[in-house]
DNA sequence: CTGAAAGCGCTTACAG
DNA sequence: CTGAAAGCGCTTACAG
C-alpha cells in the first residue's frame, strides 16, 4: 500500500501525542474536549483507520475469532455462520474462517488457526485431534466446540442440540401415531456424535416399546442422498423387511425417497418416512418431510457467546444443550390431503 | 496468553540468531543445514507458530483476504464460500468475512475490512458504495466485485455470470417449445443487477419472437420465495393474463408454484414456470424445476484468481462472465412422464 | 551463510 | 489531562 495514514500523521495533524490519538480512539482515557475534536477532524481528513496488526501486537489482543470448518460447502452451515457471524460482529470480534477439508497438496499444513492470530477458536471438525485440543487446552487458549464432545480429560465448553431426546421423540411419533414395527435407522458417518446420539434416541425409542432392537435394520447413509439412495437400494435387495425409516439427517431423506418410489413403494402408505435438521428444503419434498428441527442458528450464537466468555475469562458452561422440536409433516402419514 | 514461545526463544535453544530463524521459516535465504536442522528442532520443540501480527507488521503485507457478503446466511453464498475459501486457502490467504446486512445498534460502524487489514477486498454487495469504492482505487487497493458491475469510471475487476444469455435461453425455449406468449417475469430487488441483466434477456428473447413487451407482466418477487408467492397472488387477484412464469431466481419458484396451485392452476399444463440459478433444491420441486445453471462456486474460485493477481501487482481481467447452463426438467412442460 | 540493528504502527505503564 | 519512551514479535536491508 502507497503510505497510509498512520497515527503520527493523525497526531501532527491534531497537535497532539501519538498517545493523546490513541486514547480518544480507544475511549481508553479522559481527553480534553478541544484536543479530542481535532483529533477526530484530523482521523476523517485523513481517512485514518487503525492498522490492525499493530494494533494487536500492542495490545496482545487480535480481537478475532477463528473458526474451524469440516467444509465450509455445507447446506447445513449457512444458519451456523449467520449465526456466528452476527454476535461475533455484534461484540466487535473479527471472524477468520477456515475449512480443514481442503489439503493443500504438497504443502506443509501450516496451522491454520490458533494462539497466532485469533483470541479464540469455534469448531465443528473432527479436524481438531485430541492432541491438538490437549496443547491448546494446556496453554489455556479458549475453545468451543460445536455438535461434538471434548475428549474425556479436557473441560472444553461445547454446543450442541438434544439429538437423542428428538430421535427418541420422531420414532416414538412413528411407532405410536402410524404403528411402524420394523423401523430403518440411517445413519451418518461412523465417528460422527450427532449420528451416535440420534441412535442413542431411536434404540430408546424402541426399547420405550418393547421392540427389539434389530442391527440389520441399521444402515449408513453417511448424511449424504447418494450414498442414502445407495444404502435403501441395499435395503431392498436384500429384501429386508421394514415399514419405517428414521434418517439421521434430512439430506439423506431425499435419496430414500427416491429409492422407495423407484422401488415402486408408496411414501408414507408403504413406508413412513422421518428425518432430523428441518434443512430449508424438507418442506419441499414429496411428500414433505416429518423431520426434527435443529436450532443450528442458535447453536452458532450460543457457541460464540461462551467463547467470548472464556476470552474474557469469565465462567462458562461446559455444555450447553439447545432444545430442538418434531416438526410433523407427511412422510411419516400425518396432515394427509383427504 | 501466557507466555507464548516467540522467535527468540526458538533463537536461543538454536542457538543462531533471529535473523537465521526467520530465514528457515521463510525460506527466504539459504541457511547452513545443520543450523536449519537445529532451528527446525526448536520449532517442534517449543511449539512455535510464528505470531501472524508481528509478522504482518514487519513484512508489510496481511496474507488476508476480506470478502464482503450482503448476508451470510443465504442459500445461495453456501457455493459461493467453498469456491472462495478453496482457491484462498490454496494460495495461502487467511479469509476475513463480513456480514453487511447485521447492523450495529448504536455503535459507529468502524470499517470492518480494509487496507488496514487485509491485502484485498471481494465484495458481493452494494455495501460498499460508490464512495468508498473510489477511495479504495484511489489508494491502488486490490477489489474484486462479484455479481456487481463498478461505478463507470472505476477500474475495478468484476466476476460475473451470463445472466443476460441464459435469461434470454429460457424464455426462448417456453416460447419456441411450450408455446407460451404471455410470460411474466418476476424480478428480484430494484438494484440488483443479476435481476436487471436478466430482465434485459428476457426482453431480448420476447423481441427475437415479436412478442410485444408488457409492464403489466413485470413483477418483483425480491427474490425470495413469500414475496414472490405475494407477487403471484396480485397478479391472480388483477386477473392478468398469463401462460408462463419466468423467475428471476430459483427461490421464488417455490412462492410461484404454490400460490398457482392454491389458484387451481396446474404447473406446467396451465402455466410453465422457470427459474435461474439451479438451487440445490431445484430439482426437488414439484414439479421439478427448469432452470439456469448459475455457476458460483467458479465465480467464487474466480474472483480470488482475479484478487490475487491485483495483490501480486500482475494485470487483472477487468470483467469475467462465466457461462451458464439450460436445465431442462418439468416445471416448463418438458420431460413430462407418460 | 550469518548477526546486529532498524523499523513496522500501534498500546500502555510511567512520570508529570 | 498529556507526552516521552519502552515494547509487542517479527522482517529486512546492511555489513561482514
Redesign the interface.
Known sequence: ??N?ATIEDVARQAQVSISTVSRVLNASAPVDDEAKARVLDAVTNL?Y??????R??AS?K?N?LGLLLL?????F???L??GI??VA??A?F??????TR?S?AG?IP???L????TDGLLAFTDALDTAELT?LNQ???PVVLMHQSPPPALEIPCVSIENKTGARQVVDHLITAHGARRIVYLRGPQQNEDSKDREKGYRAALKDHGIPFDPMLVVSGEFESTQAYVAVKGLLDRQVVFDAIFTGDDDSA?GVIQALKEAGRRVPEDVAIAGFDDS??AR???PPLTTVRAPIEQVGREAVCQLIHLIRGEPAEPRTILPVELILRSSCGCNLPG
Do not use: C, K, Q, V
Request: glycine content about 8%.
Open positions: 500500500m502507497p497510509r481517512n483507520t487503525p492498522h490492525s496488526a499493530a494487536m501486537l496482545r487480535t478475532t467444509d465450509i460447502g455445507g447446506e452451515y449457512t444458519p455462520l449467520r457471524e452476527a460482529s455484534d466487535g473479527d471472524l477468520l474462517i477456515h475449512s481442503t493443500h504443502l501450516r496451522r491454520a490458533g494462539e497466532h492470530n496443547r496453554i489455556g487458549f431425499i430449508l428444503f419441499l419434498l414429496t
